[in-house]
């Protein structure tokens, strides 16, 4: 089976219902990080996104996550097949692939939270209008505001 035919075939949900992982309404309980007492799990057709923990990805990459598996290792479990040696080499540069997005995604999203655009706004509302401080507080807060929306641009969000 080819990657392309598992990623047809098979569903994220088809995925949880297998690890019987209760979904109620698009959402479940990350597995992935401790004390989530309610669902912070988005399910999509074909993936994930957990609120809490910011982990996110197909369903291959879920299975990945949750049973500490390589890509072509949890590819097999998916399938329920061993893979022929062609597939195994796509899927590897799939994964490697996979895991330079998964680099970046998580680099921006730590940039997005360094990101502090409240001091300033609190500068901002606080200052004379019109002032140097004002102008400044108002310049630095636009060009955080557009950093803000180009990074959110670029994790698809």
Request: aromatic residues 14%; glycine residues 6%.
């Amino acid at each position: 089976m080819t990657l392309e035919e598992i990623k047809d075939r098979y569903s994220m949900m088809d995925i949880l219902n297998r690890l019987n992982i209760p979904v109620k309404k698009s959402f479940c309980k990350c597995p992935f990080h401790l004390g989530d007492n309610t669902a912070s799990c988005k399910i999509y057709d074909k993936s994930f996104f957990c609120f809490g923990c910011g982990k996110g990805g197909d369903f291959i990459y879920f299975v990945e996550l949750y049973h500490n598996l390589r890509f072509d290792a949890a590819c097999e479990w998916i399938s329920g097949e061993t893979l022929p040696r062609q597939s195994r080499r796509t899927l590897a540069v799939a994964s490697m692939k996979r895991k330079i997005m998964q680099d970046k995604r998580e680099k921006l999203l730590n940039q997005l939270s360094e990101l502090s655009l409240a001091g300033f706004w609190n500068t901002f509302l606080s200052a004379e209008p019109f002032s140097d401080e004002w102008c400044s507080a108002y310049n630095q807060w636009q060009i955080g505001v557009y950093k803000q929306n180009e990074t959110m641009k670029e994790l698809g969000l």
